[in-house]
């Protein structure tokens, strides 16, 4: 999946990293995983819209932004048939030692399919390849669906973040997954 860069790739990864593009079966369904570009960006914020019943918590702007950071930070998108069905978002966090995931979004009708899970363990062996002790996120206080799948995976609540949601003022749970070596 991630492999050291041989200095050919055009998007490093903490500068370092290069990802494959690759295709994967997911539960018998084939699904492509690929670096995001800025023309996946409407899509993404569409996912986001789908997620969270018409409002997206990040804006085209934030995207483009984060796509424009390579050196920190990458974004991977999930097709299948040529559609996005889900992305992530991650950015290695040096002062805290950790690869954090800034977004994670799957259409509501391919939620529960192992795609979200699928990405999780990604980040897991990204995490490892680096060498990083964990693995970090929040998540609402109210997604029960998410929280009970970050916490089959490992990731354990360390913090109750009070207000963190900009729309609804709603908690957020900061979790953590400490990554075995």
């Known amino acids: ?99 954090h995931i800034t977004n994670l979004a799957v259409l509501p009708i391919w939620q529960g399919h192992g795609i979200g899970a699928f990405l999780l363990k990604m980040v897991q062996k990204l995490g490892e390849e680096l060498n990083l002790p964990a693995t970090s996120l929040e998540v609402r206080a109210s997604n029960h669906i998410a929280r009970h799948l970050y916490e089959k995976i490992g990731y354990q609540t360390i913090a109750i973040i009070k207000e963190y949601y900009r729309d609804n003022h709603e908690d957020a749970l900061s979790m953590v997954l400490n990554i075995d070596r």
Not at 27 to 41: G, K, V
Not at 63 to 91: C, T, W
């Open 1 to 99: 999946m991630f492999s050291k860069s041989n200095g050919r790739s055009n998007h490093p990864l903490m500068p370092f990293q290069v990802f494959e593009s690759q295709t994967v079966v997911i539960r018998e369904n084939w699904f492509t995983i690929r670096y995001a570009q800025a023309t996946d960006i409407e899509q993404m914020v569409a996912i986001q819209e789908a997620v969270y019943d018409g409002y997206s918590p990040w804006q085209a702007a934030d995207f483009s932004f984060e796509l424009r950071h390579p050196e920190d930070r990458i974004y991977l998108v999930v097709e299948h048939e040529n559609r996005l069905v889900a992305f992530i978002g991650l950015v290695q966090r040096a002062w805290y030692h950790d690869l």
